[in-house]
């Protein structure tokens, strides 16, 4: 049968601001996180994993929410459903999630997939749309090219498990193919990337 499990963190504040030359306020922000495990979902091989946040000003606006005035805000941190294969140990990921290699940790909506083949080999893949958060100092102009310079985002990385030693892999890394000098008006800033990465993991026992 399904299975599943909710859990989560509520965080609930209250503060009096004072400060002489200024209006009293009364703050009372509210901070839920929130997480859901579902497996058997039909099949003991695919499970449904979601995690986010949300924050909340039950009064005042405080410095705990948004910049544009707004109240509430908040964020899916992962949302993705994953499937294991009955061979290689291999599995398939396809909504938000989070992929660490040599070459970075990076948060894509896409899909990834690893697989264990024989000979002590590891591969892995994905690809997708970056996410992309709001950042308040960049300008109207500057917050466009950045959007169109990281358009979508992936990579692979090819390891090697030797018995007694420990694990050694290589990786790359692609986010974005717009570069600066291709934009309506070229920029001095470039946030396109392209990553090669060498990682060692010394296990010996």
Do not use: C
């Not at 989070?98 to 894509?108: A, D, L, T, Y």
């Amino acid at each position: 049968g399904q299975e599943g499990s909710v859990y989560g963190t509520t965080m609930a504040q209250m503060w009096k601001a004072e400060t002489p030359g200024f209006e009293k306020a009364t703050f009372t922000p509210l901070t839920q996180f929130l997480g859901i495990d579902a497996t058997n979902l039909g099949t003991e091989r695919l499970s449904l994993h979601l995690f986010g946040w949300g924050r909340a000003d039950l009064g005042e606006q405080s410095a705990y929410t948004g910049l544009d005035g707004s109240k509430a805000v908040g964020d899916l941190a992962y949302g993705y459903l994953q499937y294991r294969l009955p061979y290689a140990n291999a599995e398939i990921k396809a909504g938000r999630f989070s992929v660490g290699s040599s070459s970075g940790i990076e948060q894509v909506d896409g899909v990834s997939a690893r697989a264990d083949p024989k000979g002590g080999f590891t591969v892995s893949a994905f690809g997708g749309q970056p996410v992309l958060y709001k950042n308040t100092l960049q300008t109207p102009a500057e917050k466009n090219d950045y959007e169109f310079q990281r358009n979508w985002v992936a990579g692979a990385r090819i390891g090697l498990r030797i018995a007694k030693f420990g694990e050694f892999g290589l990786s790359y890394l692609q986010d974005g193919q717009n570069a600066a000098k291709d934009l309506p008006i070229p920029s001095a800033v470039d946030y396109t990337r392209r990553h090669m990465g060498l990682d060692l993991r010394i296990a010996p026992h």
